[in-house]
């Protein structure tokens, strides 16, 4: 079992920043990748950003990139996500997702999410 921690969400004015954290915990896991998701009131969960363990490889959000960034740190089983330039419609919960070796297959775990409210 792998526990997802995340922290960091609140309340920030457009045009301002916010950073997310979240932390994964366990026994004996193997991380493949960590990702961010959001889910906003009425709308199906999106994918924000992803980063693999390996390699630090990135993807983004069309609606997110050049504004947002994630980042790793693979000691700490940490995935942050740096939220720059933000805008009213990246009012959502976040949700933090690692996506983890059980074997030879892949497994989803996702942490309780946070609330981010861009509002003036």
């Known amino acids: 079992q792998v526990q997802l921690v995340e922290s960091g969400g609140g309340l920030v004015q457009p045009g301002g920043s916010l950073r997310l954290s979240c932390a994964a915990s366990g026994s004996k896991f193997s991380i493949y990748s960590m990702a961010w998701y959001r889910q906003a009131p009425g709308k199906q969960r999106e994918l924000v950003a992803v980063?693999?363990?390996?390699?630090?490889?990135?993807n983004y959000a069309a609606s997110v990139k050049g504004r947002f960034t994630i980042s790793r740190a693979n000691a700490k089983n940490t995935v942050y996500l740096q939220m720059n330039s933000s805008k009213p419609e990246d009012t959502a919960v976040y949700y933090c997702n690692a996506r983890v070796w059980v074997g030879v297959k892949l497994e989803d775990y996702w942490g309780q999410g946070t609330q981010v409210t861009v509002s003036s």
């Open positions: 980063i693999t363990t390996t390699g630090g490889n990135t």
